[in-house]
């Protein structure tokens, strides 16, 4: 009687198995299908995770969190340079690319908090060299590119650089003159020509 039991359990976990890997195969389909009425069929979280990133996220190294012996070993490590750097927009478009001044604060490799200290290596997975755009002047010049493109170069996701680009355009709003102050600087300046 034990062994029919036993059986019987044994087909009923088969079955469940079965059931659980039919259920994870069509939650992989699911982001793949179309529904025929015009919507867009529902995805789990788990599949729109898995399509998210595909790149390791940025690694931050906080300044004060480093040991007085870290900070003596890459200091021997990474001893000063002598060379030269550009000091104008026009010699450094005339540099070799990747451009090998990490440290430049537009150069896309690492940022450094001036206020902590600490630096934000974007691409942890990548060296400086292997990167295919170095600076972030160049990608400038280009002219204008989607938040895709930009979040792809950035190591970030395209909400972020919407975001980011608000936060830029507010501070641009607020550090210009807003149109009745520059109407009546025009006003005064031709009451001045006037007299």
Not at 6 to 25: F, H, K, M, R
Not at 57 to 66: E, G, N, V
Not at 69 to 78: D, F, I, K, T, W
Not at 85 to 110: D, F, G, I, N
């Amino acid at each position: 009687m034990s062994d029919d039991n036993d059986n019987q359990d044994d087909l009923l976990q088969d079955e469940l198995v079965g059931e659980e890997s039919e259920a994870d195969s069509e939650l992989e389909d699911a982001g793949d299908e179309v529904s025929t009425d015009g919507e867009a069929p529902e995805v789990s979280r788990k599949i729109r995770r898995r399509r998210r990133r595909t790149r390791p996220r940025s690694k931050t190294i906080a300044m004060k969190r480093l040991t007085r012996e870290e900070l003596r070993v890459g200091a021997l490590m990474y001893p000063p340079v002598d060379i030269p750097r550009p000091t104008s927009r026009a010699e450094c478009k005339e540099e070799m690319r990747p451009c090998p001044w990490v440290a430049c604060k537009h150069h896309l490799y690492l940022d450094i908090n001036p206020e902590t200290g600490s630096i934000k290596i974007n691409f942890p997975d990548l060296e400086p060299w292997e990167l295919k755009h170095t600076c972030a002047l160049d990608v400038a010049e280009r002219g204008g590119i989607t938040l895709e493109e930009v979040g792809e170069i950035m190591n970030l996701t395209r909400e972020r650089i919407r975001q980011v680009e608000v936060r830029g355009l507010l501070k641009l709003k607020m550090g210009s003159p807003s149109p009745d102050e520059l109407g009546a600087e025009l006003l005064a300046a031709k009451a001045a020509n006037q007299n």
